[in-house]
Structures are given as structure tokens and as C-alpha cells.
């Protein structure tokens, strides 16, 4: 039983060392990507951001809408939902912020998505 404790916090006390080790040596880049889409009015929009990185979250909504949400799509995939239910003469738009983060959270690679959506 003692070294099976032993071991664990061996194997703990190794894991945090790797990571804390990496945090000095690791640039993080941030892109622009801008999306414009046309999207009918009651239909769902899905666009995978997986190719941008792992995590996301919406840093500015749009203005008129009925979904506009990020989902995981399998594992550590993220995917950007859009609908509205009225047409709308005014364009939408919504940031979407998308980072590619490493085991230890120190090593990410970020894209600032613009999505501009014109609803019919």
C-alpha cells in the first residue's frame, strides 16, 4: 500500500514538473480568420472549428437569432450553431474565440473567428 502511494505521487510530482518545465519555452500566436456565410431563415447553421483549435467560446453574440451556441462535436471538437427564425435585412455577426491548448495548458495557438451571417 505505501509504495502504491509512493508511486502516485512519484507519477504526480513528474507530470507537473513536465508541464511547469514547457511554460518558459512556448509562444502562442494569434490569427484572423474571417467566415461569411448566407444562411435560410429556420435552418441550422453547423460550422466545425476543429481545424482552429480544440476550446471555444463566443466573445461577441449576434444581435438577432434563435441558436447561436458552441457545441463539442466528438472528442475536443468544436462546432459553431446558427438559426434564426426571421429573415432579417441586417447582418449578423459573432466573434468566436478558438485555441488550440497543449496537455498542460501552456502551449495554445489562438484564432479570433468573424463569422458574418446574412440571414433570408
Known amino acids: 500500500m ?3 502511494f509512493l508511486s ?3 507519477a504526480i510530482a513528474l507530470l ?3 508541464c511547469t518545465k514547457n ?3 512556448t509562444a502562442s500566436a494569434t490569427k484572423q480568420v474571417t467566415i461569411d456565410k448566407t444562411v435560410s431563415s429556420g435552418s441550422l447553421l453547423s460550422l466545425d472549428l476543429g481545424s482552429y483549435g480544440n476550446r471555444a467560446v ?3 453574440q449576434a444581435s438577432d437569432y434563435t441558436t447561436s451556441a458552441i457545441v463539442q462535436s ?3 471538437t468544436p462546432v459553431y450553431q ?3 427564425a426571421t429573415k432579417t435585412s441586417v447582418a449578423q455577426q459573432v466573434l468566436v474565440a478558438v485555441t488550440n491548448s497543449g496537455r498542460c495548458d501552456n502551449s495554445q495557438d489562438s484564432t479570433i ?3 458574418n451571417l446574412n440571414v433570408e
Open 2 to 4: 505505501k509504495n502504491t
Open 74 to 76: 466528438g472528442v475536443r
Open 23 to 25: 511554460s518558459s519555452t
Open 16 to 18: 507537473l514538473a513536465s
Open 113 to 115: 473567428v468573424t463569422v
Open 82 to 84: 446558427f438559426s434564426s
Open 58 to 60: 463566443i466573445t461577441k
Open 8 to 10: 502516485t505521487v512519484c
